[in-house]
C-alpha cells in the first residue's frame, strides 16, 4: 500500500525506527477491517526494511483505541456489498454460513494477524494513553514491550456489554494473571497504568505530555543492541512461553471465542452474535460506564 487511510507510518533516527499510528481519532482509534488490513501492510513494510530495528505503535487522538469498530459509517460501508466493501469480505470464509463465516473471517483478522505480530522480527513497543479497551488490548500485548501514559485505563467490557468471554487473542490470564484476569472479564472495570505496571504487563509508565519524548527514548536505547542479539532475545522470551502452553491457550480460548458467538447466534435466531439485553444481558451493566477496580469495594 503507498497510501494509508486510517493509520500512519513514518521512519526516524535515519531509518532505524518505525512509528506506526492509529489514526482515526474521531473514533477513538476503532478497528474497522480497513485500519487491520493496513496494520498488517505498515508492520510487514517495517519488518522487510533491514534499516528498522524497532516498532512503535501508537494512537492518535484522544486514546489509544476504543477496540473493535462495532457501527461507524466506514465499518458499515466496508462490511456490505456496494463500491465501498472492503475486499477482505468477498475472501477468508466471508461468503459461508454465519457460524463459519464468523469463524474464518475473525481467524484470518483479528486473531492470526495478532499472533504474527506478536512474532515479528523486529521489536516492538506499543505506546498507549487514554482508553486501550478490549480489542485494544490485542494490539497492545502482541508488543513486545508496553510504555503507558499517567492517564491509560486497561479494560475488556466484551463480557459485561456484549455477553462475550474476551477478545479473539485471549492473553487475559498471562497478561493479567489467573484470578485478575477472571475478575476484570466479570465485572468490565479498569485497571490504570500504575497497577499495569505493578502487574508486570507495562514496563514504563510516562507523564502523558512526555508519552511521545520518552517512548523514543526507550526505543533508542533498545536500538542500539545488534539486529541478532534482539531478535535471539525476543525468540528466546517467545519460545520459552510458547513452552510453557502460551500458543496451544490461544488457539484453545480463540475456540471457546467462537463457541460463544454461535450460541448467541443461536440463541437471537441469527439475529446476533453476541449478547444483548433482549437475549438476557443486564441493560445495566451494558449502559454502565467503566469503573476503575477497587481492592476495597464491591
Known amino acids: 500500500m503507498a497510501e494509508y487511510r486510517y493509520i ?4 526516524i533516527d535515519d531509518g532505524t525506527i518505525a512509528r506506526i499510528a492509529l ?10 477491517r480497513g485500519l487491520l488490513v493496513e496494520l498488517d501492510d505498515a508492520f510487514g513494510r517495517a519488518e522487510r526494511d533491514d534499516t528498522v530495528r524497532v516498532v512503535i505503535l501508537s494512537g492518535n487522538g484522544p486514546s489509544f483505541s476504543a477496540g473493535h469498530d462495532l457501527g461507524t459509517e466506514d465499518m458499515v460501508a ?3 456489498p456496494g463500491p465501498d466493501q472492503h475486499p477482505t469480505f468477498t475472501c477468508n470464509g466471508a461468503t459461508g454460513g454465519k457460524v463459519e463465516s464468523r469463524y474464518r473471517q475473525e481467524y484470518h483478522y483479528f486473531y492470526d494477524n495478532t499472533r504474527r505480530w506478536r512474532n515479528l522480527r523486529k521489536i516492538t513497543i506499543a505506546q498507549v494513553h487514554g482508553k486501550v ?4 488490548l490485542m494490539l497492545t500485548w502482541c508488543c513486545d514491550l508496553i510504555v503507558a501514559a499517567e492517564n491509560t485505563e486497561f479494560a475488556d467490557v466484551v463480557g459485561t456489554r456484549l455477553g462475550m468471554c ?6 487475559h490470564p498471562w497478561e493479567f494473571g489467573p484470578r485478575k484476569a477472571k475478575e476484570l472479564l466479570l465485572t468490565g472495570d479498569s485497571i490504570g497504568a ?3 505496571h505493578r502487574l508486570g504487563m507495562v514496563s514504563k509508565v510516562f507523564a502523558d505530555a512526555q508519552l511521545a519524548d520518552k517512548t523514543l527514548e526507550f526505543a533508542r536505547r533498545i536500538a542500539q543492541l545488534p539486529t541478532m542479539t534482539a531478535l535471539t532475545i525476543k525468540d528466546s522470551v517467545n519460545q520459552s512461553v510458547d513452552a510453557m502452553g502460551f500458543t496451544t491457550a490461544l488457539d484453545a480460548s480463540f475456540s471457546i471465542h467462537q463457541l ?3 450460541h448467541w447466534t443461536v440463541e437471537s435466531g441469527g439475529a446476533s452474535v453476541v449478547g444483548t439485553p433482549a ?4 441493560e445495566k451493566l451494558v449502559t454502565a460506564p467503566i469503573r476503575p477496580l477497587s481492592r476495597s469495594e464491591a
Do not use: I, M
Request: net charge negative; charged share 25%.
Open 8 to 11: 500512519s507510518y513514518e521512519t
Open 78 to 80: 466496508e462490511r456490505g
Open 260 to 262: 460463544n458467538h454461535a
Open 166 to 171: 474476551g477478545v479473539e487473542y485471549f492473553g
Open 133 to 136: 479497551l478490549s480489542a485494544a
Open 23 to 32: 489514526d482515526r481519532p474521531r473514533y477513538r482509534n476503532a478497528q474497522n
Open 279 to 282: 437475549l438476557g444481558l443486564s
Open 194 to 196: 500504575d497497577e499495569a
